[in-house]
T-cell receptor
């Protein structure tokens, strides 16, 4: 158990809908990362927040948005869902925002939310 | 465009064998290279490498980075069935702080 929690565990919805995925980082971790893993694209980095501020952006679609709240939990919002958005969405947390070489950079992954778009 | 290539894509060995997994990369403004183990669900962090030539070890696993030749290897000695997993390599760049993952190497260790 990494200490990172994600809800819900599974989500099934229809195309065109909007969903919110929730992540609670490990106690004390300030940085939250979101990843998408699908069969054809592998694991892809979406976005990172550090202490409430967006810090890095990867391959995140405009239909997707995220935020990190004052209590450090984070939400990933996916809208106008398409079949291709079906994937496993992971959240990870780390203590620091990625200072190279430090042990506090270690990212701990949550169990993931499996999203199925029908 | 940043890219990570892993080889082999799949590997089947018997318990007790030693394996070497390869990761080569092209990245703008390299910051770090990371190795993860993914069994059924979430990836588990193994190593973060930032400097060339310095081996990191954790039990039977070790890894080293060559920043001149742009590759890293992950060694697993005396493999066990519990080592069966997909091993992911990722690089982090300074520009936009992006993480790029390779396709993974699927390791199967037979009893």
């Amino acid at each position: 158990d990494s200490g990172v929690t994600q809800t819900p565990k599974h989500l099934i919805t229809a195309t065109g809908q909007r969903v919110t995925l929730r992540c609670s980082p490990r106690s004390g971790d300030l940085s939250v990362y979101w990843y998408q893993q699908s069969l054809d694209q592998g694991l892809q980095f979406l976005i990172q927040y550090y202490n409430g501020e967006e810090r890095a952006k990867g391959n995140i679609l405009e239909r997707f948005s995220a935020q990190q709240f004052p209590d450090l939990h984070s939400e990933l919002n996916l809208s106008s869902l398409e079949l291709g958005d079906s994937a496993l969405y992971f959240c990870a947390s780390s203590a620091e925002p990625g200072l190279a070489g430090g042990d506090t950079d270690t990212q701990y992954f949550g169990p993931g939310t499996r999203l199925t778009v029908l | 465009e940043d890219k990570v290539v892993q080889s082999p894509l799949s590997l089947v060995v018997h318990e007790g064998d030693t394996v070497t997994l390869n990761c080569s990369y092209e990245v703008t403004n390299f910051r770090s290279l990371l190795w993860y183990k993914q069994e059924k669900k979430a990836p588990t962090f193994l190593f973060m490498l930032t400097s060339s030539g310095i081996e990191k070890k954790s039990g039977r696993l070790s890894s080293i980075l060559d920043k001149k030749e742009l590759f890293s290897i992950l060694n697993i000695t005396a493999t066990q069935t519990g080592d069966s997993a997909v091993y992911l390599c990722a690089v982090e760049n300074n520009y936009g702080q992006n993480f790029v993952f390779g396709p993974g190497t699927r390791l199967s260790v037979l009893p």
